[in-house]
């Protein structure tokens, strides 16, 4: 059994949760959390995260914990989701630079601010439901 190991990012910045808002053309939009996969090349989980946030979002964030894994069985591969928290420093649209933004059928592929409150959160509906349920019941202490 092959295993994929992927990263996300739940971020704050300014008080606010940042997710990135999906979806393809003729399909729902949908809001996730921002990152992929582990590469070869990535010296570790929280490389492979730094790596991701550059090029979705064109940010720079501060120290990453893990907060939660979750594991996906599949047939073929089981890919385990690694969950960080860290704080936006900085966020430049013009630094993004993944290979999905040169797909012409990318459609939405934007950041997103949202308060940092359960009912914003669950508003949003974000995926996976296991990582919407941790943030429904925790999001609010992340800013105090």
Do not use: C
């Amino acid at each position: 059994m092959k295993v994929r190991h992927n990263v996300r990012a739940v971020l704050l910045d300014g008080g606010q949760l940042v997710f990135l808002r999906r979806g393809w053309p003729g399909g729902a939009l949908y809001y996730t959390t921002v990152g992929g996969g582990v590469e070869a090349d990535d010296a570790d989980l929280e490389a492979a995260l730094r790596r991701e946030v550059t090029e979705e979002i064109g940010a720079t964030i501060g120290p990453a914990t893990e907060f939660l894994t979750l594991t996906e069985p599949g047939e073929k591969v089981t890919v385990v989701q690694h969950y960080f928290r860290a704080d936006v420093l900085d966020m430049d649209p013009d630094r993004r630079s993944g290979p999905e933004l040169d797909d012409p059928d990318i459609g939405e592929f934007s950041p997103v601010r949202v308060a940092l409150d359960a009912s914003a959160v669950e508003s949003l509906e974000p995926q996976p439901p296991e990582l919407a349920d941790y943030l429904g019941e925790r999001a609010e202490n992340w800013g105090a």
